[in-house]
């Protein structure tokens, strides 16, 4: 079964400090890569994803994500944080190979709080 | 506005009582999802559905079942609660489209607690 590993469980950071979040999965068959964010309250939100392409994406917000296959890697970065990044996020594989309608279940990490100081 | 909604928002619940908590979605997605978060476990996939009459076992499917009798209504049930059930449950759905392939939207939770 496919799973993720998010290593930090909570990061306390500065406002303007560079921002680096570790994802790894374990399929080693075609993925498809999320970050979702979860701010305080809400629902989760779609940060970014990556299907196929590019390596390096960029979403919303300033934040973007690096795929290295080789390392099964899917990392966030946002080069300066604002206190209003603090929230948790969340990394998520999706591994149906090749196009499959109505099937894009899920596997989801445990999550990485994080926590901007003013 | 397009979206998820799930009812009721927060639910305190005895144990051993019957609970359905309500997802309906307005943008005709085939596929829905119930995930249960809980602290230090991230989000944990309980039943889906690919498309209307059809539905499957998730990660932790016990205790919990689904309907799918139309596109837009996904509910899910507690048959008989139990405190390890108290929870915040997300309902999900998704749909390919050209711009949102993959893509899975979230309804605002449902929180349970269970005593």
């Known amino acids: 079964a496919q799973s993720v590993s998010q290593h930090n469980h909570h990061v306390i950071l500065s406002e303007a400090a560079s921002l680096e979040l570790g994802c790894n999965y374990s399929?080693?068959?075609?993925?498809?890569l999320f970050w979702y964010v979860q701010y305080p309250g809400q629902h989760l939100q779609l940060l970014l994803k990556y299907f196929s392409g590019d390596p390096l994406v960029k979403g919303i917000k300033g934040f973007e994500a690096e795929f290295i296959k080789s390392k099964f890697s899917f990392n966030l970065r946002k080069p300066s944080v604002q206190w209003s990044d603090t929230a948790e996020y969340f990394c998520a594989v999706n591994d149906s190979a090749g196009y499959d309608f109505g099937n894009e279940k899920l596997t989801f990490g445990t999550g990485t709080r994080l926590t901007i100081i003013p | 506005i397009a979206g998820i909604t799930q009812a009721p928002t927060s639910q305190i619940l005895a144990a051993g009582r019957r609970m359905t908590l309500r997802c309906t979605q307005d943008?005709?997605?085939?596929?829905m999802y119930w995930y249960r978060q809980d602290l230090g476990l991230g989000l944990r996939l309980i039943h889906y559905?690919?498309?209307?009459?059809?539905?499957g076992k998730g990660e932790v499917p016990d205790g919990y079942s689904v309907s799918r009798a139309n596109t837009d209504d996904f509910p899910l049930t507690l048959a008989s609660a139990v405190p390890s059930q108290t929870s915040v449950y997300f309902c999900?759905?998704?749909?390919?489209?050209?711009?949102?392939?993959?893509?899975?939207?979230f309804g605002p939770g449902t929180r349970l607690t269970v005593l």
């Open positions: 559905s690919n498309t209307a009459g059809t539905t």
């Open positions: 999900a759905s998704s749909g390919s489209t050209a711009s949102s392939y993959n893509e899975q939207f």
């Open positions: 943008m005709r997605h085939n596929a």
């Open positions: 399929y080693g068959g075609t993925v498809n």
